[in-house]
């Protein structure tokens, strides 16, 4: 169909674009990451999110060379912020089940850090927690072998998923991110929010990196933090932005 036709054509004709949102330590005020999500500048339509064509790609066979091409996308922009003279920031990457459940995958992931001279440490990888009930065991090979090459692996949307807890510490996972819902739930900052406290309790428990999520307020942050969440990642720092902007902001810090 034309949509299919369309995004073979955005592949072969550069049209996908990574922006970047980055992840901030309220602690020390300073960005330590962001997360890559992708978009699709669209010649009619204008800039898609992901949400808007992922689905669609996912359903039609396209998950995969749209995922060979994140990849490298990925570890371009992270060599060109590199050769910019920057401090080390890891990017993290959304990965689709279709791509991890080919066999191949963990070699591209090899394949691509070599080639492009990246370390590994530079890299997080973002699971669901569905990724971890459909196959578990061939899940936590792939995942050992990532862990074991360097890159770290975060849940996403931490608590809205189907695994049931005793997988969790099965699994080698750095980092919990707490999902926006959860966020978006706290409107007063002396309130009590027991899913978050709960999630936050379990990382500390399992000794995991934390990020919230969809972060929008003061009041949201402020609760978090005296909670024990200190990184954020959320409109009330920053949206998605593009390499040529993230770069902006990351030197501006520096
Ligand atoms: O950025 P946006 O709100 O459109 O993202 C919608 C969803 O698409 C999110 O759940 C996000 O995890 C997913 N997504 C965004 N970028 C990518 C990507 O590059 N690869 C994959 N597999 N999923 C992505
Ligand atoms: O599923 P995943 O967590 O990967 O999805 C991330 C999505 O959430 C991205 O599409 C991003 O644009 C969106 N997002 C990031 N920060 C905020 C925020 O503060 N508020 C809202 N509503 N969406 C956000
Ligand atoms: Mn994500
Ligand atoms: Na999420």
Redesign the pocket.
């Known amino acids: 169909i034309a949509l299919e036709q369309a995004l073979r054509k955005a592949l072969e004709h550069n049209e996908l674009e990574m922006y970047y949102?980055p992840q901030v330590d309220v602690s020390s005020g300073r960005i330590i990451g962001a997360?890559g999500?992708m978009r699709w500048n669209h010649p009619q339509r204008g800039l898609l999110?992901?949400?808007e064509f992922l689905p669609f790609a996912e359903e039609n066979g396209l998950m995969l060379p749209i995922s060979d091409w994140m990849l490298g996308a990925l570890c371009r922009d992270l060599l060109q912020w590199n050769a910019a003279g920057g401090e080390a920031i890891r990017l993290s990457l959304?990965l689709s089940p279709q791509y991890l459940d080919r066999g191949d995958f963990f070699e591209k992931m090899r394949g691509a850090l070599t080639r492009y001279g990246i370390s590994p440490a530079q890299i997080e990888v973002?699971i669901?927690e569905n990724i971890c009930i459909r196959n578990p065991q061939y899940a936590i090979e792939q995942l050992n072998k990532l862990c074991q090459l360097g890159v770290s692996v975060a849940i996403?949307?931490f608590g809205t998923g189907y695994s049931s807890l005793a997988y969790l510490h099965r699994f080698p996972i750095h980092t919990i991110?707490i999902?926006?819902s959860f966020?978006?739930e706290i409107h007063d900052e002396n309130g009590h929010y027991p899913v978050i406290l709960a999630i936050i309790s379990i990382a500390r428990g399992l000794g995991l990196h934390l990020v919230a999520?969809?972060?929008?307020t003061d009041i949201q942050a402020r609760y978090l933090e005296a909670n024990g969440c200190s990184t954020m990642?959320?409109?009330?720092y920053h949206?998605?932005i593009s390499l040529a902007s993230f770069i902006e902001v990351l030197q501006e810090q520096s």
């Open positions: 949102q997360e999500l999110s992901a949400g959304n973002e669901t996403d949307d991110k999902d926006q966020v978006k999520e969809g972060v929008e990642q959320g409109y009330l949206r998605p």
